[in-house]
């Protein structure tokens, strides 16, 4: 008698995306288990055992002669308790069909990185710290005037205040010298240690019950909340994870991007206290593994995390609640590719929860399902505190009387008075610029030569900070000051504009104003926090940034808002390029609306006209869905057809072009006769990055039946392709 197991190498590639059968007496092995087992030259590798072990009666010797089958057998079992239960593993391979994903990349996107199948170890992650300064309660000697002022700020606060926030750094540390005054070091994953705010729970608004009783009593189970920013969708969400909670059951909520979403975190841990495991970004791998093993364990009922803690392995899951459901973030732009929406769907049907999806300006694709009756449309059209009036101007940057290429080609006139006025009035002023680095294109004086990404054949971005040239894509740098252009000139001109130069720039225009500046760059969450917050206390007048200034807090002081290049993204050849230039702008000017004071908002454009800004302006989604479904139904892309993208990539271009063609005339024999279009093979918007070249081949269809068939015979067709690397992106964000 023996069990013969079923293994999933922890190795993805395609020739390993199948089980290998194992053997073993262990009656406690269980599917869903890490296991080691030998494979090929190595003696050990982790595997992932997929399917519950079958008991074979016969004695193994007869089992492998009849079988022609020799059994290696598992070395060891790494887990006491399956990591995934049932559903979870069969939701994986839902995932991995769908997608034509190896199936080891879905259970790595679903285990936390401890646990992942490919390493066994546990890495203990480096905790960061926040600094708190707290009073000593045995300190009794006289302070000075100045530091008894301190002394007692700290005191006001129960869990103290935040080294980084106190200004007066010279009494501060006079004070921790006579020991008036200590500091603390809290973990920084540890949000619930910093709130000291409790929160008093609102009535909630006629719109917010409505929202609330629906979600709860109607049957649903898929429900789209369209909302304004501002009328008060957090709120609902956390009532609705009370609500479920107090039956005992599990909620999953999940938010673009934590540390910018602070604020939900923090009323979510407020509320919640134990009972809700925050994944964010900022954990630590051990911290992960932890809250990993609280949800697992049922400890922790309630999730708030981004994209992939819909994975989560809550117990007795209710609802899913998707916030900001318009955003990019939620579809992985790599293998798996999943959509976290896509995968709420298939948990909604396997284990009977609900979905409620919220936004104030939902996807195109799912607002167009909602209309045929796939969801149930919810609304929230009230703002909690009206906004006042606020003044939209267009700056048209055609028109040469709007500026003065003497003092800057970048900065508008109007938009120059426009500050000028809110520093006198003492308010704060947030500039928006969608691209970071001080200049995109580096061109050669004399040769007028572009430098270019030695992977990538695109232009290096000129970053001053530290004087490199760096490549957006691949993240190649070198340094600018010893590049050469291949005619042997070291003169060049900087052309164009990043957050850098917008920042140098207005720096230099307003000298007495205090700028800030945010964007990916400033690459820890723990920094990005900081300076927001530091401009929301007022330190500041100005904040420049990318798309990430859009999000985030609330500024209470802010009364203009503008944006250097409006129609940047919808310069960008893809489907959905109007979709998120609509978001991004109407994101912006809705946040920016939010204030007590009278505001003004301007927008550089070069297109004043276009009807995409015009609506975002507006902030008018409707007006909007209207106009973009039908350039939709017109031009037939998603939601009348269904898109997959093929990538073909590879260090050498004739291999890549080999398979390229070999999967074009592979895919236009099974495609005949059928409702389906193919483009390409066709060099992308970027065609070589990193040193491999790319081609890709599109396919839009009407059935996704159809397709799903077609696409796993060319995924079975996928090992046989040596020299290439071929990529199958199921529902792609993007066709260029
Ligand atoms: P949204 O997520 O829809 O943009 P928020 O959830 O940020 O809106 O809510 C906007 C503001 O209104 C927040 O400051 C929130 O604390 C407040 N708020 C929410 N619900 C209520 C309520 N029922 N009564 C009073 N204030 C509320
Ligand atoms: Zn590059």
Do not use: W
């Not at 267009?394 to 709007?402: G, T």
Request: aromatic share 8%; proline share 4%; glycine share 4%.
């Amino acid at each position: 008698m023996f069990y013969l197991v079923n293994v999933l190498i922890g190795r993805a590639v395609n020739e390993l995306d199948r089980s290998f059968s194992y053997r073993t007496e262990d009656s406690t092995i269980q599917k869903g288990m890490r296991v080691l087992v030998s494979f090929g030259a190595s003696k050990e590798t982790v595997g992932f055992v997929i399917d519950t072990p079958k008991r074979i009666e016969e004695d193994l010797e007869s089992y492998q002669k009849k079988t022609n089958i020799k059994l290696s057998p598992i070395k060891a079992v790494l887990d006491e308790k399956p990591l995934l239960d049932d559903t979870m593993i069969e939701l994986a391979k839902e995932i991995a069909s769908y997608y034509k994903a190896n199936l080891i990349k879905v259970l790595q996107s679903m285990l936390p990185p401890a646990l992942k199948p490919k390493d066994s170890s546990l890495h203990k992650g480096k905790q960061r710290t926040i600094s708190f300064v707290k009073t000593n309660p045995e300190y009794s000697l006289p302070l000075s005037k100045r530091e008894k002022e301190l002394y007692d700020d700290v005191l006001k606060e129960k869990n103290g205040l935040r080294k980084s926030s106190i200004t007066k750094k010279k009494t501060l540390s006079d004070l921790l010298n006579k020991g008036a005054l200590k500091i603390e070091e809290v973990s920084a994953s540890s949000l619930s240690e910093i709130i000291c705010q409790t929160m008093v729970p609102y009535d909630l608004t006629i719109e917010q019950e409505q929202v609330y009783h629906s979600v709860i009593e109607k049957q649903g189970p898929l429900f789209l909340l369209t909302g304004v920013t501002g009328s008060g969708k957090t709120e609902v969400y956390i009532r609705l994870a009370e609500y479920y909670l107090k039956q005992g059951k599990g909620v999953i909520v999940l938010v673009p991007e934590i540390a910018l979403s602070d604020q939900i975190a923090i009323q979510f841990t407020n509320h919640f206290q134990e009972a809700v495991a925050i994944l964010h970004s900022s954990l630590s791998d051990r911290k992960k593994y932890e809250e990993y093993q609280r949800i697992l364990n049922g400890e922790a009922k309630i999730v708030l995390g981004t994209r992939s803690a819909i994975f989560a392995p809550v117990n007795n899951l209710s609802l899913i609640i998707i916030d900001e459901e318009h955003s990019s973030s939620y579809k992985q732009d790599s293998s798996p590719f999943y959509d976290a929406i896509r995968v709420s769907e298939m948990r909604v049907k396997r284990e009977g929860c609900k979905l409620l999806l919220g936004s104030a300006t939902p996807r195109v694709q799912e607002k167009a399902q909602a209309q045929r009756g796939k969801y149930t449309e919810l609304f929230m059209n009230k703002r909690i505190s009206p906004n006042q009036e606020k003044e939209i101007c267009f700056v048209n940057m055609n028109d040469s009387n709007n500026l003065d290429p003497r003092k800057s080609s970048l900065l508008s006139l109007p938009l120059i008075k426009a500050v000028e006025e809110t520093l006198q009035r003492k308010e704060q002023v947030m500039i928006l610029i969608n691209r970071r680095g001080f200049s995109p294109v580096f061109l050669c004086r004399e040769c007028q030569h572009v430098a270019l990404c030695p992977n990538c054949d695109i232009p290096l971005n000129y970053h001053k900070r530290d004087d490199t040239l760096r490549c957006h894509h691949c993240g190649y740098q070198t340094s600018s000051i010893s590049y050469t252009c291949a005619c042997g000139s070291h003169t060049f001109l900087k052309l164009g504009y990043g957050t850098e130069r917008a920042y140098e720039e207005i720096s230099q225009f307003f000298p007495s104003a205090k700028v800030l500046r945010l964007d990916s760059d400033v690459s820890s969450n723990h920094v990005r926090k900081e300076i927001l917050e530091s401009f929301a206390r007022g330190e500041a007048n100005i904040l420049i940034g990318t798309e990430i200034i859009a999000k985030g807090l609330d500024f209470p002081k802010v009364t203009l808002a503008c944006i250097l290049d409006a129609d940047s993204s919808l310069r960008i050849p893809s489907y959905l390029s109007d979709e998120r230039t609509f978001d991004l702008i109407s994101q912006f000017v809705g946040r920016a609306g939010r204030q007590k004071l009278k505001g003004k908002i301007i927008l550089q454009t070069y297109v004043p006209e276009n009807p995409i800004i015009q609506m975002a302006a507006r902030q008018d989604y409707d007006a909007f869905y209207q106009f973009e479904i039908e350039q939709r139904k017109q031009y037939q892309y998603p939601p009348y057809t269904h898109l997959t993208r093929i990538q073909i990539k590879g260090v050498d271009l004739e291999e890549v072009i080999n398979a390229s063609e070999t999967i074009k005339n592979y895919l236009m024999v099974k495609i005949k006769g059928k409702r389906f279009n193919l483009y390409g093979p066709m060099t992308p918007y970027i065609s070589h990055i990193n040193g491999r070249y790319y081609r890709q081949i599109l396919l839009k269809y009407k059935s996704e039946e159809e397709a799903d068939e077609i696409l796993s015979s060319l995924k079975s067709l996928l090992p046989e392709i040596k020299k290439a690397e071929v990529i199958i992106d199921v529902d792609p964000q993007d066709n260029a």
